[in-house]
């Protein structure tokens, strides 16, 4: 026992409270906490609902939002750890994370975590509008709170419902172009929210027994790999019309077109083919199969959107 507790017990006869000692923790440790792949989907969903977004934007406007959109979902992902790392340290997939590793301690990661919120929602609203900064806001709350907090470790439903979260950046990005919420920044936002069930219950079928050790009612824990798979079919079944409607109502090109119905096509294929297989190595390559196309997927029709925004160069010497 130190000195300074061995005097706290000597004054109070009892044992000191347990001290949250900082840590010593490297930037690269608190990059992690940002959740550095999710936040480049977020940046890059947000980015797409900037640039199709109706009117003129000043490019320094554009960049303060999405500069402000992205710390924004860092804050989430800082503070989704902090509360998560109970289960977090005994999941091969996120044990090695700052904080159950020990490298960043629970206090410092709510702090962080915090900080970063509330920054980024007011420099968005002073500096961009308020619509965008209530959408930020609530967001981060839904993330943080709704999903993390809640709807992860009470329902199998966790994922359908806490995708939101990850569907909001188009709409956020498109209210601090426009001051508004049109229908493709809707329709952006469908797309996501329908894409989240298929991809993370790809994941969670071959993950199965480390989200069952966490105590976490993921869908295949709860209902059994044979009813997500039945799910996984029937949201990408829902899904893949989605992607083609921007093309079907007129709002992108042909190229965007082609590749929705190619690459949708593709989801579909695979979706069927986790749906067939159902036991063994056969299994689980299909479930691998699918969580990495679907990533492919989503890049794929968010670039055509923006390269099909983005102006066409004149001609030179024409």
Known sequence: ?????????????????????????????????????????????????????PGDVHPVIAFTALLCIAIGAGASGALNMWWDADIDAVMTRTRGRPVPAGRVTPGEALAFGMTLSVGSVLVLGLLVNVLSAALLAFTIFFYAVIYTMWLKRSTPQNIVIGGAAGAFPPMVGWAAASGGIGLESVLLFLLIFFWTPPHFWALALYKTGDYARAGVPMLPVVAGEAETRRQIL?????????????????????????VS???????LALALEVYRRRE?????????????????YLFLLFAVLLVEALPVPSGIGI
Do not use: C, H, Q
């Not at 026992?1 to 930037?27: K, L, Q, W």
């Not at 990408?236 to 077109?257: D, K, Q, S, W």
């Not at 119905?261 to 989801?267: D, I, L």
């Not at 299909?286 to 196309?293: D, E, H, M, V």
């Open 280 to 296: 063994g190595v056969a299994a689980e390559k299909a479930a691998k199969r699918l969580f990495a196309f679907s990533i492919l």
């Open 1 to 53: 026992m130190s000195d300074v507790a061995s005097r706290e017990y000597e004054v109070t006869g009892s044992e000191p409270a347990a001290i949250d000692v900082p840590s010593f923790a490297s930037v690269s440790d608190y990059i992690a906490l940002l959740k550095p792949r999710v936040m480049s989907l977020v940046i890059f969903t947000a980015l797409v609902g900037i640039v199709r977004a």
């Open 234 to 258: 029937l949201y990408t079944l829902v899904l893949v019309p989605l992607g083609i409607a921007p093309f079907a109502l007129g709002m992108a090109g042909l190229a965007y077109g082609v």
């Open 261 to 267: 119905v190619v690459s949708g096509a593709a989801m």
